[in-house]
């Protein structure tokens, strides 16, 4: 129990890193960038499920707020998660925790975990649209098309790409035996 447990958590840290890896990959925008941040969260919470995804979200928001250039564009610091996109980057936390949460109240298949990343889509682009109104002090309808309905696009097809990789790296993972998935808790 003990070893499966660092297991999850190791898995964990993983995930903050590969989360740091993608925030690198971006495609300039006007207000906010498309990075490949949003992939990585819910390939977390696809394959790692509700607690250690988004423990691996707590890591990587961490990370960043003590300044290291964890954020896309190589950016750190709490000036970051104060600024235009630092709702979206909370929003990972909240994220990881409801898309592992359907895949684990449901079941870790190909169809729920596209109906789990694009909720948790939703909740990222809520999460992200809600600060960039107050940071920017933009009208609702300017931060929601902007800031949400801009990168429903790409948001679903990195929801499609997560659930696919994700639900096939977790078959892996447990028909390996690298991982249990019985019960994985952090106490």
Known sequence: MRNERLRWMLLSAVFAAVTAVFSQI???LPLIPITGQTLAVGLAAT???SRYGTLAMIIY????AVGLPVFS???GGLQVLAGKSGGYIFGFILTAYITGLILEKTRFSIGWALVAN???MVVTLVC???QLKYVLDIPWSAAIMSGGVSFLL???IKAVLAAWIGIKVRERLVSNR??????PTLS
């Open 47 to 49: 394959i790692l499920g």
């Open 26 to 28: 971006t495609i300039p």
């Open 154 to 156: 790409v948001g679903v």
């Open 128 to 130: 992200g649209v809600i």
């Open 118 to 120: 694009h909720v948790g």
């Open 178 to 183: 690298l991982v249990q998935v019985d019960k």
């Open 61 to 64: 928001v961490l990370l960043g």
């Open 73 to 75: 564009g190589a950016s």
